[in-house]
């Protein structure tokens, strides 16, 4: 597709920090490259706002890759924008017809407090990982590949939940704020394999009893998580997750 130069009208959440009243505030931007990505939109956005002297939008980003899972944000509804299967950073501007409105709000959960306009606190992610998502083995040199050999269908769905990068659109995109897709993932990525299986019950229940304590919401059983995942992360990881917690619940004796 040739490049075209297009214009948005650009309606963003604003607020100055945890404790302020936001709101919406509406710009216009000319001069929008087809080529460019969003977050080179959102520079392009902030460079604009610099040079009159505004406050620029506050958003994360890092890799721009689509591994890290920092560039969270509602784009127009969705989660990362409405292509399937992208994040926010390989979303590119000619997804969005000329002279329509973007409307960019930040992730919506009381797990997420907004910190400044579209940065939220995702550490609460980060808790849920400390309280079991790893293996806590000496790992020594590397092993050979075919030392423990692993059936290549279950090494694939491990694989495939290895994928979740964490970015929170799980959460966004659930109407009770939900986390069951993020720690469904990490749980059955490790139960799944040999390695992981040594301490799957503590793992399972610690890691809900954290996703609870954080306050995240109950599963809708809707699908929404998997529907708006950018790694396309299925439902049948919160099955297991499902079986690995019940499992653990009656046959172990450890409680939290």
Known sequence: MAEQHNSYKIKVWRQANPKSKGEFKNYKLDGVSTDMSFLEMMDMLNETLVRKGEDPV???????EGICGSCAMYINGHPHGNVRGVTTCQLHMR?????????????RAAAFPVIKDLTVNRSAFDRIIQAGGYISVNTG??????EMPI????????????????CGACVAACKNASAMLFVSAKVSQLALLPQGKAE????????????????????????ACSAECP????????????????TAKVTSDFVK
Request: proline share 4%; aromatic share 8%.
């Open 58 to 64: 506050s958003f994360d980003h890092d890799c721009r």
């Open 200 to 223: 799957a019950q503590k793992r399972a229940e610690n890691m809900v009893a954290q996703m609870d304590e954080e306050g995240f919401g109950s599963c809708t059983n809707t699908g």
């Open 95 to 107: 997804s969005f017809p000329n002279n329509t409105t973007i409307t960019i709000e930040p992730w």
């Open 151 to 166: 059936p290549k269908e279950i090494a694939d769905e491990a694989f495939e939940a290895a994928a979740c990068i964490g």
């Open 141 to 146: 040199n590397a092993r050979d590949a075919n």
């Open 231 to 246: 790694k396309l992360i299925g439902q049948e990881h919160i099955a297991r997750l499902n079986r690995e917690y019940l």
